[in-house]
């Protein structure tokens, strides 16, 4: 088992960047597939990253090319730089995890491990 803490969330202008952070404890020497999610208010959880063991990348159209997932591991951390910021991106960011070394879906029932997530506010 895995627990995850996000940190980095903000308030910026369109046009901003941001770098959200989650810092992995635990269990942290198991394959994972790792990704980042948005909520906002009212709709559905947003898979919008993952990264599988091998570093693949996937993104959601509505963040690629603006946003970049990655990670540390030596620090257990996973990131997201996201960048070119519209009022649309402003949610609660939240770092998952699923056992495996591969990703297989943007689905928020695939992942088993949550982080308490972070706000960030896009202003016009």
């Known amino acids: 088992q895995v627990q995850l803490v996000e940190s980095g969330g903000g308030s910026v202008q369109t046009g901003g960047s941001l770098t959200l952070s989650c810092v992995a404890s635990?269990?942290?020497?198991?394959?994972?597939?790792m990704a980042w999610f948005r909520q906002v208010p009212g709709k559905e959880r947003e898979g919008i990253a993952r990264?599988?063991?091998?570093?693949?990348?996937k993104y959601t159209d509505s963040v690629k090319d603006r946003f970049m997932i990655f990670k540390d591991n030596a620090k257990n951390s996973l990131y997201l730089r996201m960048e070119n910021l519209i009022p649309a991106d402003s949610a609660t960011y939240y770092c998952?995890?699923?056992?495996?070394?591969?990703?297989?879906?943007?689905?928020?029932?695939?992942?088993?491990?949550w982080g308490q997530g972070t706000q960030v506010t896009v202003s016009s």
């Open positions: 990264l599988d063991m091998q570093a693949s990348a």
């Open positions: 998952a995890a699923t056992d495996g070394y591969y990703c297989y879906t943007f689905g928020a029932s695939g992942y088993h491990y």
């Open positions: 635990g269990s942290t020497n198991r394959p994972y597939c």
